[in-house]
């Protein structure tokens, strides 16, 4: 990894950023649900700055960029590298390009997410091998803020879950599959490269994790199976289907917004409430509350205008090899987040999954 000075701590001064703008910044996974959703906002709010979208668009899309984009009244005005993530990231590659643009902030959202994929040296290797090590370094090195996507899959199944308790940042660990252990071994590579930069005296890089919980929202239609409950629901009773759930429906997760997401995501760059006085770490991204799936379907019925026994929900059993990694239970404890990074949740799900439903009746 990259050696830094002790003059490089992550955090340039006020004169700096001044000097700097308009700002640059890098979104990996750019052309994908939530990292379209980031690029277009970085956009709304600062008109002037240079988005750097690198995404292999391997399940992403240039049209997630353009809808994220017009939803917010802009145009895209970046540039796209079509390559994979691994692949910018290798040593020769990050290393230039950060010090040839020098970005005010690298948002790391590029990722194999399918938690079904059983090819595991793949996903470990996507997610988790010597190209984010790479960016770590890279990063650091040249004094630059650095945000990654994790993910509430991290948790598994912690003993919160059996009590219905919000999952505090030491319960992760013991991931349900193998996407939630590329997540973690990220978390792991992060925490090492920090600790070892602290025992060599420099100061704290600024990198901050956010453990994901269950998005939804405008931008996720081209994801497929790994849609937002809400979103295959409202679909489903959009094409005249009864919604299906697994028996009985109370199933519980933390359901987030995605504009709630992408605030919290740039606040971890210092683009938020608490600006640039926000502690680096590892964080929870939920609406810290748990929503049944049951409390999803209604609320997908109600935004959608459904009628009572008009395409009522259908349950049926969960097949037991899905059963083998299913999270029943999930809830962000989101203390440490407002004491980190100084962000609440704005959205309450119900309302949000309402409101998403009828905006999608009415596209």
Request: hydrophobic share 40%; net charge neutral.
């Amino acid at each position: 990894m990259a050696k830094r000075g002790a003059k490089s701590n992550g955090r340039p001064s006020s004169a700096r950023r001044k000097a700097a703008t308009p700002r640059r910044y890098i979104v990996t996974g750019g052309a994908g649900f939530i990292g379209s959703n980031l690029a277009a906002e970085l956009i709304r709010r600062e008109p002037d700055c240079h988005v750097t979208i690198v995404d292999d668009f391997s399940s992403g899309s240039w049209a997630n960029i353009t809808e994220a984009c017009e939803r917010r009244g802009v145009a895209f005005t970046g540039e796209v590298l079509p390559v994979s993530t691994r692949a910018w990231a290798l040593p020769w590659g990050v290393d230039d390009f950060v010090d040839q643009t020098k970005p005010f902030a690298v948002f790391h959202l590029g990722a194999t997410t399918d938690t079904t994929v059983t090819d595991q040296a793949a996903m470990i290797e996507n997610n988790a091998g010597p190209s984010w090590g790479a960016m770590l370094g890279a990063c650091a090195e040249a004094g630059i803020r650095l945000v990654y996507a994790s993910s509430a899959a991290t948790y598994g199944t912690p003993p919160q879950t059996a009590r219905r308790e919000a999952f505090a940042l030491e319960a992760a660990g013991n991931p349900n599959n193998v996407y939630g252990f590329s997540k973690w071994l990220m978390e792991n590579t992060h925490r090492a490269f920090v600790a070892e930069e602290a025992m060599r005296g420099e100061p704290a890089p600024w990198i901050v994790g956010l453990r994901y919980f269950n998005v939804f929202g405008p931008g996720e239609s081209r994801k497929g199976k790994m849609a937002s409950m809400a979103y295959q629901l409202a679909t489903q009773a959009l094409a005249g289907k009864r919604p299906r759930l697994f028996k009985h429906g109370e199933q519980a997760r933390d359901q987030v917004h995605v504009d709630d997401v992408v605030d919290c995501t740039l606040a971890g760059a210092g683009l938020g409430p608490a600006g640039d006085k926000i502690r680096p770490g590892v964080y929870n991204l939920g609406s810290g509350k748990a929503t049944t799936f049951n409390d999803v379907a209604r609320a997908v019925r109600e935004g959608l205008g459904l009628r009572s026994g008009e395409l009522e929900v259908e349950y049926f059993d969960m097949p037991e090899n899905v059963r083998a990694f299913y999270q029943d239970f999930t809830l962000a404890d989101m203390s440490e987040t407002k004491r980190g990074l100084g962000w609440v949740p704005m959205r309450e799900p119900v309302e949000a999954v309402r409101g998403y439903a009828g905006w999608m009746k009415q596209r």
